[in-house]
C-alpha cells in the first residue's frame, strides 16, 4: 500500500453535510472492475448534467481546483452505503487526503486500506479553512501526517486520526500481514472457541422447501 | 467482582483475539455473508492466489443485483446476468454456500441470514453492506464493511477494529397503532441526527422494545446506520429464542437448550455504563415521514416541511434551499400535500411478514392511485405472504407483485424510480438518486406507504384504519 507522509498540494473545499458514498459513486458505476479506472466518475451526478457535461461551476471542475489532491468537506462525510468504490473514485482521481468534521465509520475503514487519509478537523476550523480556499483557490496546503498538522497560509490546524491508522498509513502496512503475524493465537482462539460456544458453529441444515 | 459490562461488551469481549497495545482488536468473524457486490473482494484473493479460510462460515445470497420481474431463471440485461454468474463462479470455487436465483431460500441477505437461522444472538458478523446491523435485532454483533476487510475476512476469518463507545437508546411506553418500528427509528434520526451515533454501538433497550416483534426489532437495527452507529443491538430474549427455535441453521435438540442457557446471558448488567444515554417515549412517537435528502429530514405527517428564510444559520439554510430544490417541493408546504407518482414496499428495512401484513391491512379493499411495486424481502417471505393471500391485495389494490431482491431501494437491478419522480417508500436512505438518477424518495413505514397509495399524497395512516386492525 502507498505510505502517506506528507502532501503539499492545492485543496478543494466541498460545502455540502452528509455527502454520502452514493453521491460520491452513483450506483450504476460499481459494476465496474477497478482496472476500469473509477475516477471519472467521481462526485458524477453532482459534477456532470444529465446529458453527462461537466457543471462549470461545481469545484472539482473549476480551473483552480481540477488538479486538488486534497478535499475539503461537511460534516458526516461519505455517510451511507460500504461501497469501497467510493474509495477508488476519490484515489483514482487523485486525491490523497481529506479534511472534514466526521467520517461515515465504514468510509473511513475502507479509506485507509487504500492509503487515503481521512483528517478529521472541528467544524469551526473545517469552515475557515474552507473560506480561505474560496478567498484564495490556489492557497497550497501541507498535510504532514507525523506531526498530524494541515498548514495553509499563515494558520497552522492540528488534525485528529486514529493512531493506528496513522501508523499504516505512515508505514505503508497492510491489514493482512499483521494478521498473518498472529496465526498461531488465532488457531489457538479457534480450538478455544468451538469446546466454549459449540452452537457457534452452523449445522448442516435440511434440504430446503423445494416450492420455487 | 467483575466490572459490570454491557451486551456489547459482552458480545466483543468473547471474539477477541489479540488486543493490540494502541488498543485495535483483532476479532473472530462466526457469519461472513457475501453478495454480488463483494467481487472487488474475490478478485483480490485471485491476485493473491488465496483461498476462503472458513468456507463453512461464509454464506453467499444473490440479492443487489437480481431481477424481481419475470422468470428470473436469468437476467435479461447481460451486465447484471454477469453479476449473478461472476458471484455462482466465485461460491463454487471456494466452496460457500449459495442462495442463487431460483434457490426457495434465496433472498435479501440481511432477511435471510435471521430466516434461515444463521444470524443468532452472541455471533459476530459481518458483510459488504452497510445495513449488516440487521442482525444485532437477535442479539449479534454484526456490522458492515468494505471490499478490502471483505477480502482479509475470506483470507483470514478475522477483523480488525477498535472498540467503539456505547450508547444505549432506551424506549419507554408503547406505541400507537398505526405506528410502526420504522416512526419510531425516524424519529430517533430526526433528533440525534445523521451522524448522531457516529463511532458508537447502539444498544435498544427498555419496555417498548421488549414488546417489539423480531420484525420490528430487524427494522430498528437495520436503521442504526443511518444514524451513524457502527452497530445497533436488542439483548434476546424469549421473543427471540421462539423466533429462531426450527430454523434451518439453528442449533437444534439439546444443542438448542444449550444455546438458549448461553443466550440468557447476553444481557446489559444492571450498573454498566454507557458514553451515552438518550431516551424516547415510543407513545408519543406519530407517523413519521422524510421530506428531504437525508433520513434526518423526517418530520411527524402532521407537520409542514421547513423553510430556508426562517432560519439565520446561513449554512443551514443553504442545505435547506438545496434540498427542498431537489425535492421540488415549496418551502413551508404541508406534509399531507405532496402528491406522490409512485410507491415501493420492499427492502431489508421493511418486507418481511409482518411489514407486509401492515401494508395490506390498509390496503385491503381500496385501489392505489399511483402505480407500485411490491418485492418481498426473501422467496420465503413472498411463499407465506401468498399463502395468507397478501398477494391478492396488493394485486387488487394495483400494485406489482415481485420477486425478492434489494430491487428499488437501490437501483442496481433495473428497478428504479424515473428523473423528477416522487416515490413513497419503505426503503432507508432517501439519498440525492439513490432510487435512480433525479429520483425523490420519502421514507416511511410499510403501513404509511400503503396510505400514501390510496390518498395519492404523503398521508397520515392514522385516518385510514379506522374499524381495521393491524
Redesign the interface.
Known sequence: MQKFTTLTATACPIEIANLNTDQLIPVRFLKLPRSAGLGKFLLHDLRCDAQGHERPDFPLNRPAWREARILVGGRNFACGSSREAAVYALVDWGIRCVITPSFGDIFAGNAVQNGLLTAVVRDEEAAVLMAALGAEPSLPVTVDLAAQTIASGRDTLRFSIDPVRRLRLLNGWEDIDLTRSHGSEIAAFKAMDRARRPWAIPPNAPAPDPRP | MNEPRTLFDKVWA?HE??R?E???A?L?V??HYVHE?S??AF?RLGERGEAAAEP??TFAVADH?VPTGGSRASASNP??A??VRTLEENCAKHHITLFGL????QGIVHVVGPE?G?T?P??LIVC???HTSTHGALGALA???????VA?VL????I?Q?K?KRMRISLAGRPEPGVAAKDIVLALIARI???GA??HAIEFAGPAIRSLSMDGRLTLCNMA?EA?A?CGMVAPDETTFRYLEGR??A??GA??A??VE?WSRLKTDDDASFDRDVQLDASEIVPFVTWG??P?DALPIDGCVPDPTSTTDE?RA??LR?ALEYMGIAPGKRLTEIAIDRVFIGSCTNARMEDLRAAAAVLAGRVSKVPGLVSPGS??VK?QAEDEGLDRIFRAAGLEWASSGCSMC???NGDVVA?GERCASTTN?N????QG??ARTHLMSPAMVAAAAVSGHLADVRLLLAGRTQ
Open positions: 468473547a483475539i489479540v493490540s494502541d488498543g485495535e483483532l473472530w462466526d457469519r457486490g467481487f472487488h478478485t463453512s462460515l443485483y451486465e447484471i454477469r453479476m431460483g434457490d426457495p431460500r434461515q444463521m443468532l452472541g455471533l459488504g453492506d452497510s456490522f458492515g464493511i468494505g471490499a478490502s476487510e482479509h483470507m483470514t476469518q478475522t480488525w477498535r467503539p441526527g445523521a451522524d457516529t463511532g446506520i451513524g457502527r434451518p441453521y442449533p437444534r444443542a438448542f444449550r444455546a448461553d435528502t437525508s434526518e449554512t443553504s442545505y438545496s422467496s420465503q411463499r437501490a437501483g442496481m428523473a436512505r439519498f440525492r438518486g439513490r438518477r433525479g
